[in-house]
């Protein structure tokens, strides 16, 4: 009967304590790994695309290489568009990087990353429109382009790209940007009327391809309805987009400076050099011969078309070192920061393009109706000193169809007042901004009064050069 009793007790026990690991379990108070069918535990698995979840505290090279990418997959925020109801929008600047592209350089003795440059509406990532923008596209003979746009083809084509060449990915990312401000500008703030012409618009891009196309496909979906006898696109040869004032001896100068600060600092970098002889080893090439091709333009490609890192019979480039190489240049952009050189340079790289944006703005906020929606199509090299200059030190890098607006907004109860808000990937970074952080402390408008913007591009620019104006600070030496 003792014995029984105490059988009875234990079983009891037993079942008490699988009942609490069951119960802990489902709480998630004890890890639990799932094993796939095939008998492997995923966390196992090498993945060249992780998911990133929230924002890490610290550098994290994956997280930042994703957001990068810029995946059109992504749920995007979007604060443009946003001001008190008697407010009216005027006119919108938007100035936007190309979107996703084939590596400019290749990895010496790998294999080229096949991605498909052809358009095909049932290959993610995709877009509704996608189908009706490549018939539309090879429509174009009545467009009016300036000089050798002309012949640059209108959408990508390749099945295996070409060098710098503009993906789908890329395509579709800016049929993103164009839905989204026009559901913005077009449809609820009414910037474009049904009947708007030509003299509404200026359009202006480089002379690659990738620039172009991202610019039509972006105004496919923006434009009330998109028609080639109303597109002039001007050719922009510069990549800072200077115009006639590109000349400035001191811009190259203080670039040539921050050049010997890149180098200073990747030499300092024995984990990233170590990285280099590792790769070149794998490779079969001298590692100064590595370090020329850029191998980080290869491998972001890889990484964001989710292709395994190149391999050969010595080994296979992988994860690791494209963390490090990537951890440098997250650290690069933030010694950028501090040393200001590249503020300096991006000073006077960048003023010719603010001062042709505040001289329109200005001649619209005195009643022209010209210009009103205005898109430049640029590269990284554009984006990033625009970002600097205007002392927005916190922006990322410009990912690919990354996008910096400028609006202008005339207050409707006092009609003579005007002011500008500036989003960088639809947030609002007005107020970080040079010219524009004193006013936050003291507006209850949400927005900066346009004449500190112009006060700060015509004037405030050249203080720290102990100038005032753009021809003097070009040839001064004040440091």
Same mark, same amino acid.
């Given at each position: ?16 304590? =699988?009942?609490?690991?069951?119960? #802990?379990?489902? !709480?998630?108070?004890? *890890?639990?790994?799932?094993?796939? /069918?095939? $008998? ?55 100035l ?5 592209r ?27 429109q ?12 009545e =467009?009016?382009?300036?000089?050798? #746009?002309?012949? !640059?083809?209108?959408? *990508?084509?390749?099945?295996?790209? /070409?060098m $710098? ?25 009414k ?14 891009t ?68 170590r ?22 333009d290869s ?46 340079y ?15 703005m200005?001649?619209?906020a005195e ?108 040839r001064r030496?004040?440091?």
């Amino acid at each position: 009967m003792l014995f029984r009793n105490r059988f009875l007790i234990l079983l009891a026990l037993a079942a008490l304590l =699988a009942f609490l690991s069951l119960s #802990l379990q489902f !709480l998630h108070l004890i *890890p639990v790994n799932p094993v796939k /069918e095939d $008998g492997l535990n995923p966390k196992s698995r090498k993945r060249i695309m992780p998911d990133p979840l929230t924002e890490p505290p610290a550098i994290d090279p994956i997280y930042e290489a994703r957001l990068y990418c810029n995946v059109p997959s992504i749920t995007e925020r979007s604060m443009e568009g946003h001001a008190p109801h008697y407010f009216k929008l005027v006119s919108v600047h938007v100035l936007i990087r190309h979107g996703d592209r084939y590596p400019l350089y290749a990895i010496p003795k790998t294999k080229r990353p096949e991605i498909d440059c052809t358009l095909v509406s049932s290959r993610k990532p995709s877009h509704p429109q996608l189908e009706a923008f490549v018939r539309h596209m090879s429509q174009g003979s009545e =467009a009016q382009m300036d000089g050798t #746009l002309s012949s !640059l083809p209108r959408y *990508p084509s390749h099945s295996l790209c /070409e060098m $710098g060449e503009l993906t789908q990915t890329g395509v579709v990312q800016h049929l993103h940007n164009g839905q989204l401000l026009r559901e913005i500008y077009i449809k609820k703030h009414k910037l474009l009327s049904s009947d708007w012409t030509a003299k509404h618009l200026y359009l202006e891009t480089t002379g690659k391809s990738r620039t172009l196309q991202s610019g039509l496909a972006l105004l496919y979906t923006f434009l009330p309805d998109f028609d080639w006898k109303k597109i002039n696109i001007k050719h922009q040869w510069s990549t800072i987009f200077c115009s006639g004032s590109c000349d400035c001896p001191m811009r190259n100068h203080y670039l040539e400076e921050e050049q010997r600060r890149q180098y200073s600092l990747r030499v300092k970098n024995s984990h990233l050099e170590r990285t280099y002889v590792d790769m070149a080893k794998i490779v079969g090439i001298p590692t100064r011969q590595l370090r020329a091709s850029n191998p980080i333009d290869s491998l972001l490609c890889h990484f964001c078309h989710n292709v395994s890192f190149p391999c050969t019979k010595n080994g296979c480039i992988d994860i690791e070192h494209f963390k490090v190489i990537k951890t440098h240049q997250l650290k690069d952009e933030r010694e950028r920061q501090e040393k200001k050189l590249y503020f300096w340079y991006a000073l006077l790289a960048i003023h010719p393009l603010l001062n042709q944006t505040v001289n329109r703005m200005q001649r619209i906020a005195e009643g022209k109706k010209e210009e009103l929606f205005v898109l430049y199509s640029a590269h990284d090299v554009t984006l990033s000193p625009v970002l600097s200059a205007l002392g927005i030190t916190e922006a990322r890098f410009p990912r690919f169809a990354a996008r910096l607006v400028f609006e202008l907004w005339q207050d409707g109860k006092k009609p003579r007042e005007h002011f500008i808000r500036i989003l960088y990937n639809g947030f609002d970074v007005t107020f970080q901004t040079l010219f524009c952080r004193e006013h936050n402390m003291h507006s209850s408008k949400p927005m900066c009064p346009l004449e500190k913007f112009v006060h700060f591009v015509k004037r405030g620019m050249f203080s720290v050069f102990n100038s005032t104006n753009y021809y003097d600070a070009c040839r001064r030496r004040p440091f």
